[in-house]
């Protein structure tokens, strides 16, 4: 199956198995997902994002948000 643009909804977790096992990567951050979405809905491939925990943040001016392309749909 061959997919131009999709974007999919999924959890942390499940998208940190993905990177784990190599079946996606961390592409980009965003200030907010409604953002993200708008613009990877409109690229080419397969992108996933999920929201960091404030706690985990750097500093006071890092993104939270965490886009993925994916090397393949998940099961």
Do not use: H
Not at 24 to 41: I, P, Q, T, V
Not at 43 to 53: L, V
């Amino acid at each position: 199956m061959e997919v131009d643009n999709l974007y999919i909804e999924m959890t942390k977790q499940q998208i940190l198995q993905l990177e784990k096992n190599k079946d996606a990567e961390c592409l980009a951050r965003f200030g907010d997902l409604e953002r993200a979405k708008s613009y990877y809905a409109k690229q080419n491939g397969i992108y996933t994002a999920y929201i960091e925990n404030i706690e985990n943040l750097k500093n006071g001016f890092a993104t939270p948000v965490k886009v993925y392309k994916m090397n393949r749909l998940p099961n």
